[in-house]
C-alpha cells in the first residue's frame, strides 16, 4: 500500500494540467525572492518556488541559455555533472566527488515533468567527516556505503510530475527536497537531508497560500520491524497587509511499522484541514507533532524581518518555574534580510539568530524523529545549539559572490548521558528532568567562514563552475581547540543548498 499510493498518484497526474517550479540554491533564489518581496500578492515560504507568470523576467539566466520558462511543447534533454575536488590544508588530504546524468524537461499546457537520472561517488573529506560527527552519512546524499573510508555510491534519482487542475490549486508529486522559511536556515522543514518521496498540494487563493506535504522518509539507526517512516505537513501564509505576513506551520512523524500493527501510510492524517494533535489523541498513537508560526515585516529600502519558531513540547506551567524542565522543547528564529544593499542591484545581506532547546525534534527513538537517513529534516545542527550567523553576497548576471560567517554554540553527549543534541538518540535516556539549558553537555564553541564565487553556466540545471573556501574553529569544555581548512574547485549541478556551514 505504501508503494502504491504514490504511484496512483503519479500516473493521476500525468493526466493533467501542469505548474512549473523553479529550483535553485540561496544565490540562485536571489533575483526571484526580490520580485516576490516587491509582490505582495505572492508568497515566498516554499521552495522551490511555483512560477507566476509575473515572475518569469526574475530568474537568473546562465551563460549557456535552453529556452524560457514559459515554452509550451518543449521536450529538453540537459547534462548534469558533478567533479569536485576538496584539499584539506589541515591534514594534506584530497578527496572528491563524481556525478554524470542527464536532466529530462517536458513541458506542455497539460504536463510539466522534471527528472533527473545517473550516477554519484564520493569521498569526505576530513572536514566534512567532523561535520557528521553524530552518525555517519554523506550530508543532502544519504547513507555512507564505506563508513571506514567515509565514501559513497549511489544512483541519482530526483524529479517531479505537477499539474493544475484549478488556477487557485497545484498538485504534484516526485522524488526531491523541499524548504519552508524565509531565511537561510529553516525551523520547519530545510533542504539539508536527502531527497525523499512526497505529495505536494498548494493552494493559494485571496491573500492566502495553503501548503500541504506528504513524505516517506528512511530510518537505519534504531530500525526494528520496518526502517520507513511517514510525516505530513502542512503550512499557512496570510498576507494580512503588504508589508506584514503570518504563518502557521503543523507537522506529524509517525512509525511505519510497530509492535502493534502495520500502519503504513495512515490515512488519518490524509485530511489536509485536520489539526494533528487532536487525530493524535484520537487514534491513540504516540506520533509526534511540531507546531509552528512567524512574522514576516517588509521595511522600506527592501528590507525584509522575520522570526519563526517551533514548538515540539512545552508546559507553561514549567516554563514560568525556570527550572530547565527536559520537556519544553521549542526553538525561534529571528532574522532580516536586504535586497539591492547601499542601491547597488544584486548586492544582498543576510543576519540570523537561531536557538533550538535540547531534546527537540526527538522522540522515544529515532523512527519517530524529525530526521531522514541519519540527517535533519530541520536545521544541521539538530537541538541544544544557538548560532548568530550572517551572509554577503553579490549576483551581477552570471557571477555569484559570497562570504559568510557564524558562531555557533552546541553541547554534544559524552560519558554515556544524552544532553538533547542529537534527535536520534532517544530522549528516554537522559541524566535529570530538570535543569537542561542549551549548549549543555560538551559545550563546542565553533566559528565558521566561508567564502564562495561561481559561475552559472547552465541555468534550467543550476549547474555551476565554483571555487570555494571553508574554515572551522572551535574550542571544546575542556579548552581542547581545533581547527580544519577546506579549499574545494568544481563544477555541480546541485540544484539545491551544499552546507558545510556548520
Not at 21 to 41: C, V
Request: proline share 3%; with cysteine.
Amino acid at each position: 500500500m505504501k508503494v502504491s499510493f504514490f504511484l496512483i498518484f503519479h500516473v493521476w497526474v500525468v493526466t493533467s494540467f501542469a505548474q512549473q517550479y523553479l529550483f535553485g540554491d540561496f544565490q540562485r533564489r536571489y533575483q526571484l525572492e526580490k520580485a516576490i518581496f516587491l509582490n505582495d500578492e505572492i508568497h515566498g515560504l516554499s521552495k522551490p518556488i511555483l512560477l507566476d507568470s509575473s515572475l518569469e523576467n526574475s530568474i537568473q539566466e546562465g551563460i549557456w541559455s535552453y529556452g524560457n520558462f514559459s515554452d509550451t511543447s518543449r521536450f529538453l534533454v540537459l547534462p548534469i555533472v558533478d567533479g569536485i575536488f576538496k584539499y584539506n590544508s589541515t591534514d594534506n588530504s584530497f578527496s572528491n566527488a563524481i556525478g554524470l546524468g542527464a536532466q529530462f524537461n517536458y513541458e506542455h499546457k497539460n504536463l510539466y515533468t522534471q527528472w533527473r537520472a545517473g550516477f554519484q561517488m564520493g569521498t569526505l573529506s576530513t572536514f566534512e567527516h567532523d561535520l557528521t560527527h553524530k552518525r555517519p552519512c554523506a550530508p543532502g546524499i544519504g547513507y555512507l556505503n564505506d563508513s571506514v573510508n567515509l565514501s559513497y555510491r549511489s544512483p541519482i534519482v530526483e524529479g517531479y510530475i505537477s499539474y493544475q487542475p484549478h488556477p487557485f490549486i497545484n498538485l504534484s508529486t516526485g522524488i526531491g527536497k523541499n524548504f519552508l522559511g524565509d531565511g537561510y536556515r529553516s525551523l520547519f522543514l530545510s533542504d539539508y537531508a536527502s531527497n525523499y518521496p512526497f505529495l505536494k498540494m498548494e493552494s493559494t487563493f485571496w491573500k492566502v497560500k495553503y501548503i500541504n506535504l506528504w513524505s516517506l522518509h528512511h530510518d537505519l539507526h534504531t530500525a526494528t520491524y520496518t526502517n520507513q517512516k511517514w510525516s505530513s505537513l502542512h503550512a499557512l501564509s496570510y498576507n494580512v497587509t503588504k508589508w506584514l505576513n503570518l504563518t502557521l506551520f503543523e507537522a506529524v512523524v509517525w512509525q511505519g511499522e510497530d509492535t502493534l500493527n502495520k500502519r503504513g501510510f495512515d490515512f488519518n492524517y490524509l485530511n489536509p484541514f485536520v489539526f494533528f494533535r487532536p487525530v493524535e489523541y484520537g487514534i491513540g498513537s504516540s506520533d509526534n507533532s511540531f507546531f509552528g508560526g512567524g512574522i514576516k515585516i517588509k521595511l522600506p529600502k527592501k528590507v525584509l524581518l522575520y522570526q519563526h519558531f517551533i514548538l515540539d513540547e512545552f508546559l507553561l506551567s514549567e516554563f514560568q518555574n525556570r527550572n530547565g524542565w527536559w520537556g519544553n522543547k521549542y526553538g525561534y528564529q529571528v532574522g532580516f534580510r536586504t535586497f539591492d544593499l547601499f542601491g547597488i542591484d544584486g548586492m544582498y545581506s543576510l543576519a540570523e539568530w537561531n536557538f533550538v532547546r535540547p531534546f527537540t525534534y526527538s522522540h522515544i527513538n529515532s523512527m519517530q524523529n524529525y530526521g531522514h537517513q541519519n540527517q535533519s529534516l530541520a536545521h544541521p545542527l539538530e537541538a541544544n545549539f544557538f548560532e548568530g550567523l550572517a551572509i554577503l553576497g553579490y549576483q551581477n548576471n552570471n557571477l555569484d559572490l559570497s562570504v559568510k560567517y557564524a558562531f555557533q554554540r552546541y553541547g554534544k553527549d559524552f560519558q554515556l548521558f544524552n544532553f538533547g543534541g542529537n534527535m536520534f538518540n532517544s530522549y528516554v535516556v537522559r541524566d535529570s528532568d530538570y535543569g537542561h539549558v542549551v549548549g549543555q553537555g560538551n559545550t563546542i564553541d565553533q566559528h565558521v567562514f566561508e567564502f564562495r564565487a561561481s559561475l552559472l553556466l547552465i541555468a534550467m540545471t543550476n549547474t555551476k563552475l565554483f571555487t570555494q573556501f571553508n574554515y572551522r574553529y572551535n574550542r571544546a569544555m575542556n579548552n581542547s581547540i581545533s581547527s580544519s581548512t577546506l579549499i574545494s574547485l568544481g563544477i555541480s549541478s546541485n540544484l539545491w543548498q551544499s552546507y558545510m556551514d556548520y
